[in-house]
């Protein structure tokens, strides 16, 4: 296993162990989410009931894979408790996410959740965020006027692809990758891209974030 791959398990089978008995737990999605579905999978073949709600069609087939009951927001209007990825974090915990695509239903699980633990390797820490595109979903219809719009920003948006087809979303929208190089003010940057027509969510999370687990070469740190 790479060395990054085992941080982002190190990570990912700590923040599992924030899992207890009875609680409604969201699931992030991407490969460090992986070990966290993974290891509580094991902690249900022990005995503890709980109850997850996955972030994506991917998340849910794993959670499925490893024996974890799932539910949905028809049945319960709380998460105890959503454990995520991120592609990166900064001093103030506010992060970029959507680097798998999932970042509208890890948006509204986190923002749901009672505490939000975000497990990572350790380079997703950063001084300011920016270096990783920002992943914008957008409706289809008109996507390229928003591109437009978000260019004048001070970006250049890519429209994502996969297999030569633009990639679509759970919820059957693109994405764009915005390179803005140095986000110096998340918020307002997630207000300006929220306020245009067509734009579904952005992959900032601003003040959501309880706890960092980071994976490193020696061990976990945890950070609050
Ligand atoms: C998916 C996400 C992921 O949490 C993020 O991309 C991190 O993924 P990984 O754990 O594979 O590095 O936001 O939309």
Request: glycine share 10%; net charge negative; aromatic share 6%.
């Amino acid at each position: 296993m790479e060395d990054k791959d085992f941080k982002k398990k190190l990570a990912g089978e700590k923040a599992a162990e924030f899992v207890k008995d009875g609680m409604v737990v969201g699931l992030g999605s991407g490969s460090t989410m992986y070990w966290t579905i993974k290891k509580i999978g094991e902690q249900v073949s022990e005995g503890i009931a709980i109850q997850g709600i996955p972030s994506s069609v991917q998340t849910a087939n794993w959670a499925k894979e490893f024996g974890i009951p799932l539910t949905d927001f028809s049945k319960v209007k709380q998460v105890d408790l959503a454990i995520d990825g991120a592609d990166e974090i900064d001093q103030n915990f506010d992060l970029i996410k959507g680097g798998g695509g999932s970042l509208v239903r890890e948006k509204i699980i986190d923002s749901a959740a009672g505490q939000l633990i975000i497990a990572a390797d350790d380079s997703k820490l950063v001084k300011a965020l920016g270096a990783f595109p920002l992943p914008v979903e957008v409706v289809p219809f008109g996507y390229e006027i928003i591109k437009e719009k978000i260019a004048r920003l001070g970006s250049e948006p890519v429209l994502r692809s996969q297999n030569g087809k633009a990639f679509v979303t759970d919820n059957g929208n693109y994405i764009l990758d915005c390179l803005f190089s140095e986000i110096t003010d998340p918020k307002k940057l997630h207000n300006l891209l929220k306020s245009m027509v067509g734009v579904v969510e952005t992959g900032l999370f601003i003040n959501m974030t309880d706890m960092v687990i980071i994976g490193k070469s020696t061990g976990t740190e945890i950070l609050h």
